[in-house]
């Protein structure tokens, strides 16, 4: 199972959206509603911040969004904070009963 | 508060043996899917495995399929790994996480302990 397909940087200045992709196969993102995405700040444990394509977990702020559409999905933090320079993961279950990890993606506040 | 400590990390050689441990508190255990994710040193998160609420099935990434396997104790609340002959490439940070569906599948993680870490290394 190859790992998802993430950019390694996104960027943007404080205010701005951003939004980061995710790019699976029909055997995993294509095919299950359960993709969810993770914030990692440095040496800090991943956090939750969207679980099933879009849902977002309570405590979550409402800046961050998810969505898919066909084998991609991708994640929309709006209102971009300084606090939100972290790397970001999504993850996907797959047909084999596994779930993978994106690549993960650096996301720089200017 | 839910809360995941995880336990039994250290240097091992390669081709050796390693069992982590997993203690959780704050929430009905036995009602909730589980998983161990690691990551190795300045690298991406990696999934590891997984095990249905029941313990009644359970899933591996490729990179540690036939070589580690997942168990439970859901009387103890805690979650297993045993880890045989290990590889170099399994150097990391292994993190326990709770899977956020009651009594589903091994979906997503929810709560998320600091992490065990695993050396191997001749």
């Known amino acids: 199972q190859s790992a998802l397909t993430q950019p390694a940087s996104v960027s943007g200045s404080p205010g701005q959206s951003i939004t980061i992709s995710c790019t699976g196969t029909?055997?995993?993102?294509?095919?299950?509603?359960?993709v969810s995405w993770y914030q990692q700040h440095p040496d800090k444990a991943p956090k939750l911040i969207i679980y099933?394509?879009?849902h977002r977990p309570s405590g979550v702020s409402n800046r961050f969004s998810g969505s898919k559409s066909g084998n991609a999905a991708s994640l929309t933090i709006s209102g971009l904070q300084a606090e939100d320079e972290a790397d970001y993961y999504c993850?996907?279950?797959?047909?084999?009963?596994?779930?993978?990890f994106g690549t993960g993606t650096k996301v720089t506040v200017l | 508060e839910v809360q995941l400590v995880e336990s039994g990390g250290g240097l091992v050689q390669p081709g050796k043996s390693l069992r982590l441990s997993c203690a959780a508190s704050?929430?009905?255990?036995?009602?909730?899917?589980m998983h161990w994710v690691r990551q190795a040193p300045g690298k991406g998160l990696e999934w590891v495995s997984g095990i249905r609420w029941n313990g009644g099935s359970s899933g591996y990434g490729d990179s540690v399929k036939g070589r580690f396997t997942i168990s439970r104790d859901n009387a103890k609340n805690s979650l297993f790994l045993e880890m045989n002959s290990l590889k170099v490439e399994d150097t990391g940070l292994y993190y326990c996480?709770?899977?956020?569906?009651?009594?589903?599948?091994?979906?997503?993680?929810?709560?998320w302990g600091k992490g065990t870490t695993v050396t191997v290394s001749s």
């Open positions: 996480a709770k899977d956020g569906t009651r009594w589903g599948d091994y979906f997503y993680m929810d709560v």
């Open positions: 029909s055997s995993d993102v294509g095919g299950y509603s359960y």
């Open positions: 993850i996907s279950y797959t047909a084999s009963f596994s779930l993978v």
């Open positions: 704050g929430f009905t255990f036995a009602d909730y899917a």
């Open positions: 099933d394509v879009s």
